[in-house]
């Protein structure tokens, strides 16, 4: 099946249409035509080659859709359904995480929506900045009646990136919460958390977003540069939900987490200098943790939340031709809160 998508055919170069080729559906296949789908920060590192990259590359896995055909085998959904992709498309099914509906940690590796290669008939995986996509009925999600589509978008990686430690944590309500950052996931940290019924405080450094950080849910709001503001809060917080995407100094935050409590990075992979003082944690039993998106069944249950309470993300549109200024708009934080792509435009 030809396809039209957007690619970047080699490190740091700029995204331009490409027809490649997708897969011929399997029995347990749903074929999807694109309407919207999110841009992520993620998708620039692919791009720009900070990642492994395999070029070409179609980017894109906050994708929303309607069903346009399905396998034989396919129950759960039916042609006209909205739909959505998340980060991944398959994975091994059989170990250990799998087992427990964790695919995202697949101990054999989950096959990623782009730049990954199909684990059956080993053809590379394409994204949703493109037309059509094929995936496997297990690894596509429902869409709830009544949620804005477009600003759907977002929550198959920010949100479920967000939503899942929340969840693996316990919060609920009367939960002390705090959030570090208020970009794409952090705005979507802030609208979970106070969904939750948690007490929300956002960590920034930027004088000016108190009046927005409200608007999304915030409680509180901490300059993290005042050491006044940052005393005032010790020893608060159940959870901080570090959304930070590049290398920072996470012990002062870690002062501020309550006896038990636990940071958990979700926005950076690498190494954390200057490193974490073990002595607060072992002498209060605090915790510095990570997390990566979700499974399935969390993502589900994080949509039909999303649904149940109308919390979505707050996103500009744009045309597809306009993705390379808009990664360059990404790069300095020029967006409120998530750029999504109208995959309508890719027609003209």
């Known amino acids: 099946m030809k396809i039209l998508g957007y690619a970047a055919k080699a490190s740091k170069a700029p995204l331009e249409p490409y027809r490649f080729e997708r897969r011929e559906p399997r029995s347990d296949d749903v074929v ?5 789908c999110g841009v992520c920060h993620s998708d620039l590192h692919h791009v720009n080659g900070d990642w492994s990259t395999n070029y070409p ?15 034989k085998d396919v129950k759960k959904f039916k042609v006209g359904d909205h739909v959505g992709v998340g980060c991944m498309v398959d994975s091994c099914q059989h170990c250990n995480s799998c ?5 995202q940690y697949c101990e054999n590796g989950a096959t990623l929506t782009y730049n990954s290669l199909d684990r059956h008939d080993h053809m590379p995986t394409f994204g949703g900045y493109s037309e059509k996509i094929v995936v496997s009925d297990k690894f596509v999600l429902h869409i709830p009646d009544g949620l804005d589509l477009k600003s759907a978008a977002p929550l198959l990686c920010a949100g479920i990136t967000t939503w899942s430690p929340l969840r693996h944590w316990n919060v609920k309500k009367g939960s002390n919460v705090a959030v570090v950052g208020l970009g794409g996931l952090g705005h979507m940290a802030i609208k979970l958390a106070k969904g939750l019924g948690a007490h929300v405080t956002l960590f920034t450094r930027s004088p000016g977003k108190e009046a927005d950080a409200r608007r999304l849910g915030a409680d509180e709001i901490v300059l993290s540069t005042d ?28 002062s501020t987490l309550a006896t038990s409590g636990t940071i958990v990075l979700v926005g950076y992979l690498g190494e ?34 999303c649904g149940k309470h109308g919390i979505t993300s707050d996103v500009e549109m744009i045309n597809i031709q306009d993705i390379n200024t808009a990664y360059k708009r990404m790069l300095k934080s020029d967006v409120k809160y998530r750029f999504v792509i109208d995959m309508a435009s890719l027609k003209k």
């Not at 999807?32 to 919207?36: G, R, V, W």
């Not at 087992?99 to 695919?103: I, P, T, V």
């Not at 050491?227 to 870690?254: C, G, R, S, W």
């Open 32 to 36: 999807i035509e694109i309407l919207y």
């Open 57 to 71: 590359v179609v980017p894109g896995h906050e994708i929303i859709g309607r069903v346009t055909s399905v396998g």
């Open 99 to 103: 087992k427990h509906d964790l695919e």
């Open 227 to 254: 050491p006044a503001q940052m005393k005032a809060v010790k020893n608060k917080f159940e959870l901080i939900v570090d959304t930070v995407p590049y290398n920072h100094d996470v012990n002062p935050y870690i």
């Open 272 to 305: 954390l200098t200057p490193t974490v003082n073990g002595g607060p944690l072992v002498t209060a039993r605090k915790a510095v943790a990570g997390s990566m998106i979700g499974g399935i069944k969390e993502t589900q249950e994080m949509l039909d939340f």
